[in-house]
């Protein structure tokens, strides 16, 4: 059976792999992982786990988190687009609440500037209402 920590290791090597190859003939390299949320939400730890697995297999020598919250990540998704294009030690850990606030907020960024390479976590949702209501199911 696939645990939680097995999977998330197996996952942060491919994505490691994809980068950083070639450096594995030198120093482990350094990770700049984007978080375009506030800290100590789900994308927050999401990525703090993908961090802590990669050092702790050695596949990075170091990291940095960098979170930029506000409007369901599209106040960061720009940021990540514009600051970070180009460089090959960076990714940007987000979920699908981004798809909704791009549309809501009507920003000038979009998904089209990313390239998805992994899909980590699923998402549920649900509807509910007050305890009180007179709706039951």
């Given at each position: 059976m696939l645990n939680r920590r097995r999977f998330l290791t197996s996952t942060a090597a491919g994505i490691a792999a994809l980068h950083f190859t070639p450096a594995f003939a030198q120093d482990a390299p350094q990770l700049q992982i984007f978080v375009p949320a506030a800290p100590?939400?789900?994308?927050d730890q999401t990525a703090r786990t993908i961090d802590q697995v990669?050092?702790?297999?050695?596949?990075?020598?170091?990291?940095?988190?960098?979170?930029?919250?506000?409007?369901?990540?599209?106040?960061g998704l720009p940021?990540?687009?514009?600051?970070?294009k180009g460089k090959g030690n960076s990714?940007?850990?987000?979920?699908?609440?981004?798809?909704?606030?791009?549309?809501?907020?009507?920003?000038?960024?979009?998904?089209?500037?990313v390239t998805p390479i992994a899909r980590l976590t699923g998402e549920f949702e649900a509807l509910v209402v007050p305890a009180a209501s007179p709706f039951k199911t």
């Amino acid at each position: 059976m696939l645990n939680r920590r097995r999977f998330l290791t197996s996952t942060a090597a491919g994505i490691a792999a994809l980068h950083f190859t070639p450096a594995f003939a030198q120093d482990a390299p350094q990770l700049q992982i984007f978080v375009p949320a506030a800290p100590g939400g789900g994308w927050d730890q999401t990525a703090r786990t993908i961090d802590q697995v990669l050092r702790s297999e050695k596949l990075i020598s170091g990291s940095q988190i960098t979170n930029v919250g506000g409007a369901g990540g599209t106040v960061g998704l720009p940021q990540f687009v514009n600051q970070w294009k180009g460089k090959g030690n960076s990714l940007m850990v987000a979920g699908m609440v981004m798809v909704g606030a791009i549309i809501a907020n009507k920003s000038a960024n979009n998904l089209t500037e990313v390239t998805p390479i992994a899909r980590l976590t699923g998402e549920f949702e649900a509807l509910v209402v007050p305890a009180a209501s007179p709706f039951k199911t």
